[in-house]
């Protein structure tokens, strides 16, 4: 059963625009939700993570929410470049301890163009 | 700098043979992971493991065998390859409770 859903599946936007990515998880416990950004056939790389039952973070472009009550977390982007063109996965740490493992969305795959 | 290297990046096989992933990381990390990646599903755990001589099964482990001999080294082993098997491997270490998590850059197995 798959325990993290993320949505749209893709999304096409034009360079310049806003876009909003969402995820919601049925994972329990969760201890923490990072967003990875994975350019197509290469690895993953961490954008944020969020810890907080309410939190919020920002990076650069990157901004992300955390509501552990409603078990959703959204990925906003500002001003999309092409280079953000990639594959957006959101995955759930389900403990703070050494038995802790993750949780993989299957992704939203951006397109940014010109 | 944290890195997860994997080898090797590109490999072509036939079925029934005989195939090792290798990783290696120099995070420090104890665990460390094992994961396929194909169209339309997420990433999805083979097997895990805690330290040097541990090994825990994922959510997909048929077909795959799994050693870690050294808390830098991790090995995946498909002992009779099946063409099911394609797929694009990445490993992954990460700090107790996943604070840190860096990725490989993939391993792309075909079976033929």
């Known amino acids: 059963k798959t325990q993290v859903e993320q949505s749209p599946q893709s999304l096409v936007v034009r360079q310049g625009e806003n876009c909003v990515l969402q995820?919601?998880?049925?994972?329990?416990?969760?201890?923490?939700l990072r967003w990875f950004k994975q350019d197509t056939g290469k690895g993953l790389v961490s954008l944020t993570v969020?810890?907080?039952?309410?939190d919020k973070t920002s990076n650069g472009r990157y901004s992300a929410t955390l509501d552990k009550d409603a078990k959703h977390s959204t990925l906003h982007i500002t001003a999309t470049l092409l280079d953000d063109t990639a594959t957006y996965i959101c995955?759930?740490?389900?403990?703070?301890?050494?038995?802790?493992?993750?949780?993989f969305g299957a992704g939203t795959q951006l397109i940014v163009i010109p | 700098e944290a890195a997860v290297t994997q080898s090797p990046r590109n490999k072509v096989t036939v079925t029934g043979g005989n195939v090792t992933l290798s990783c290696r990381q120099t995070?420090?990390?104890?665990?460390m992971y094992w994961y396929r990646q194909d169209t339309g599903h997420g990433l999805r755990l083979i097997h895990y493991?805690?330290?040097?001589?541990?090994?825990q099964i994922g959510d997909v482990p048929d077909g795959y065998k799994a050693t870690r001999t050294t808390q830098e080294d991790f090995f995946l082993l498909l002992e009779l390859a099946s063409p099911s098997q394609t797929s694009l491997y990445f490993c992954?270490?990460?700090?107790?409770?996943?604070?840190?998590?860096?990725f490989g850059k993939g391993t792309r197995l075909t079976v033929v």
């Open positions: 992954a270490s990460s700090a107790e409770g996943g604070a840190e998590v860096f």
């Open positions: 995820c919601n998880y049925s994972v329990t416990p969760d201890n923490h």
């Open positions: 969020l810890v907080d039952q309410k």
């Open positions: 995955v759930v740490g389900d403990r703070g301890s050494a038995l802790g493992r993750l949780h």
């Open positions: 995070n420090s990390h104890n665990y």
């Open positions: 493991s805690y330290g040097a001589g541990n090994l």
